[in-house]
């Protein structure tokens, strides 16, 4: 258990690494944690920074889900020996679960992160990078439907555990299980948007909308 431990807090530690952070000081001691909606996600990011600051914030964000569940459980600890009881799977799957929640909580600002959608994208580079493709549709079609990228994020991560279940139950449990966790996490992640949605106060990115009229979302965040 104490490799599991271990290399669970640094998933966490790598996940709470803000890509939105380093990429902001690159830029002279950009916080876009102070401006937009206040997320330090890659929609905020493109919202108030543009696109090529955008670009490099999800690429770390989602490197951050690639190191967690890739990288983390394979390392060979000097003073934490392999335990033979801890299922290299489960490993896998905790990893790539605290690098998430790092990016949500992350210990090194605050506990102000982002809403965890691009770092469980990278995850899924590592368990199982078909998923991908139905998960960035699902996410493409609702965007364009509705305008709240929040909402896409929301129907994207619940869609995924559906999925799974019915073409991969029994075989891939362990990753069913993390998919129905990511999904209840992702949601929780978005309640202030439920809350806007719920209220009508959720503004549209009509911009990204099939069939939309002008104007641009204020509050809608989802990385």
């Not at 599991?4 to 530690?13: A, E």
């Not at 459980?73 to 790092?102: H, K, Y």
């Not at 029994?170 to 966790?181: C, E, G, K, M, N």
Request: proline share 4%.
């Amino acid at each position: 258990m104490l490799e599991l431990g271990v290399k669970f807090l640094i998933s966490y530690f790598i996940g709470s690494i803000m890509g939105a952070m380093i990429v902001g000081r690159l830029r002279g001691g950009v916080d876009i944690r102070t401006m937009g909606s206040g997320n330090a996600g890659g929609t905020n990011a493109l919202r108030t920074q543009g696109l090529l600051f955008a670009l490099f914030v999800v690429v770390i964000d989602i490197g951050k889900g690639v190191i967690g569940a890739g990288v983390v459980p394979g390392l060979e600890l000097t003073l934490v020996p392999t335990d033979p009881e801890v299922s290299r799977v489960w490993l896998t799957m905790c990893c790539a679960a605290a690098a998430v929640i790092g990016h949500v909580w992350p210990i090194y600002h605050g506990f102000e992160g982002g809403k965890g959608a691009a770092t469980f994208i990278g995850t899924l580079v590592i368990l199982d990078p078909t998923l991908i493709i139905e998960v960035l549709l699902v996410w493409a079609v609702v965007v364009a439907l509705t305008g709240y990228v929040g909402l896409a994020s929301m129907t994207a991560a619940t869609s995924l555990p559906i999925w799974l279940g019915i073409t991969r139950l029994p075989d891939d449990q362990p990753l069913f299980i993390y998919s129905v966790a990511m999904a209840m996490f992702i949601i929780y992640c978005h309640r202030s948007n439920i809350q806007r949605m719920r209220q009508g106060v959720e503004n549209r990115h009509t911009k990204l909308m099939l069939f939309g009229r002008k104007g641009v979302n204020t509050s809608d965040d989802a990385a």
